[in-house]
């Protein structure tokens, strides 16, 4: 038992502080009446905190680029979305879908934990809140599934061996689980503990079996059916977190990960857990087929008109190439090279605040009039 609480101690004081909320056991989401889950939104996927390198005007727009990044991964579901060229592309212009930032400084020791004594170190984090129609334009305009809200909140069972026998982690430990709790926000992904009580404890070996059908009537007391079983243990030099994650009576995937650092391995049940949640609930947007477009844009009261027009228009991630084909006095007629359709072209329009679409213009040539 010594032993089995010095790990615990290490664990929490290697994961830093947690809100318990993050953890605690949680009831499952339910959109209010007449809601639909894909039309439901949650604010916090569009949200992200990112840690600044150095104070420079180039680090704090490579922050935003790297936020915007996790804010994609948690709405996809995918943790190679950045990648793709249409976001590629936004990343370098993703201050243009900054709803709110702010910077907090904050102080730690070189692990990273608060520092309580000897020199601190001082680290600064922005925190970005991003325009929603932006994003889901982006995401739907890179041809991207999407991974809607309200998901899923699994029980997480985790149970622990140092060599002295398996013991259960429970809500009273969440300090220990706060690398999985950080990893699962990064996500977009909530868990629930257990409160450690005398069944829950003597189900330990049920765990450590990764046998999920006998805990799904102690997961149903949360008000859930979906549980992710852990056990961690040591192997070799590292230590290996064995997962298993089921929702009601299917089993929706196993994995192992090893690392050194026992935090590492924790985090990788959250990991896991989004990948196959994502994999089995996102679903692919109607964007169209890539391809040309001619628009006419009316509006223009001088230069500079068409110069915000042009320039809007060149900061569109779904836009490959700009020609324009004629300048009136007051309108523009552009043809467009598109990585999606008209449609999705269209929907990357509507979520801005520079172009506004005339519902009498033809499907086929679609006019836009230029706001003020």
């Given amino acids: 038992m010594t032993r089995f609480r010095h790990l615990i101690l290490l664990l929490a004081l290697a994961g830093g502080p947690l809100a318990a909320q993050e953890l605690a056991p949680l009831e499952p989401a339910v959109p209010p009446a007449g809601e639909t889950a894909a039309s439901s939104r949650d604010p916090e996927l569009y949200q992200a905190e990112v840690e600044l390198i150095s104070q ?39 201050g243009s879908f900054v709803a709110d930032s702010r910077a907090s400084e904050v102080s730690s020791d070189q692990e990273g934990n608060t520092a309580v004594g000897g020199v601190p170190v001082y680290k600064t984090t922005m925190s970005f809140a991003f325009e ?15 991974w809607g809200s309200p998901r899923p909140r699994p029980i997480l069972w985790l ?31 909530h868990f629930g503990m ?22 799904r009537d102690l997961t149903s007391r949360y008000g859930n059916d979906t549980q992710l079983l852990g056990r961690l243990y040591r192997a070799g030099s590292g230590w290996t977190a064995d997962w298993v994650l089921s929702r009601g009576d299917q089993e929706l995937s196993r994995w192992s990960f090893s690392d050194p650092s026992p935090q590492r391995a924790i985090a990788s049940g959250a990991d896991g857990a989004a990948d196959a949640i994502a994999r089995r609930d996102a679903v692919a947007l109607s964007v169209g ?65 520079t172009l506004e679409a005339d519902p009498l213009a033809p499907e086929d040539a679609p006019r836009y009039q230029l706001k003020p």
């Fill in 56 to 94: 420079g005007e180039n680090e704090r727009k490579a922050a935003t680029a790297r936020a915007l990044g996790q804010v994609v991964v948690k709405l996809t579901g995918d943790p190679l979305a950045p990648g793709n060229p249409v976001v590629r592309r936004a990343l370098g212009n993703a």
């Fill in 132 to 146: 929603p129609g932006s994003v889901d334009a982006l995401v739907a305009g890179a041809g991207l599934r999407v």
């Fill in 289 to 353: 087929e890539p391809g040309p477009l001619v628009i006419e844009i009316v509006g223009m009261r001088d230069g500079s008109d068409y110069a915000r027009a042009m320039g809007y228009l060149q900061t569109l991630a779904v836009v490959r190439e700009i020609r324009v084909l004629e300048a009136g006095p007051e309108s523009l007629r552009v043809h467009l090279e598109l990585a999606v359709g008209p449609e999705g072209f269209a929907r990357f329009v509507a979520a801005g605040d």
């Fill in 194 to 215: 257990p409160s450690g009580s005398a069944v829950e404890q003597a189900a330990v070996q049920t765990i450590w079996a990764q046998n999920p059908e006998p805990m």
């Fill in 159 to 189: 149970a622990i061996d140092d060599g002295r026998g398996a013991r259960l982690v429970n809500s009273q430990q969440l300090n220990v689980v706060s690398p999985l709790a950080k990893r699962g926000l990064e996500r977009g992904l």
